[in-house]
């Protein structure tokens, strides 16, 4: 399909680095669900409290 283009992901990270939740900020509407699923999968780097972090992502044609 040759798709490509940038997702913006807010993605709420819990103390343990793990990924609670994510919202699509923009992007193109046929790369949101890899980019969730990119982002869901993703491992921070532990901190004291929960935090949000925005993240792009940006998918290119090979």
């Known amino acids: ?3 490509h283009g940038v997702v913006r992901v807010e993605a709420v990270v819990k103390a343990n ?3 609670k939740s994510t919202r699509v900020l923009g992007g193109n509407p046929v790369l949101v669900d890899a ?3 990119a982002v869901g999968k993703w491992k921070f780097e532990p901190g004291q409290n929960e935090t949000t972090q925005v993240v792009q992502l ?3 044609d090979q």
């Open 1 to 3: 399909m040759h798709i």
């Open 17 to 19: 680095g793990t990924v």
């Open 35 to 37: 980019a969730i699923e």
């Open 58 to 60: 940006t998918f290119e």
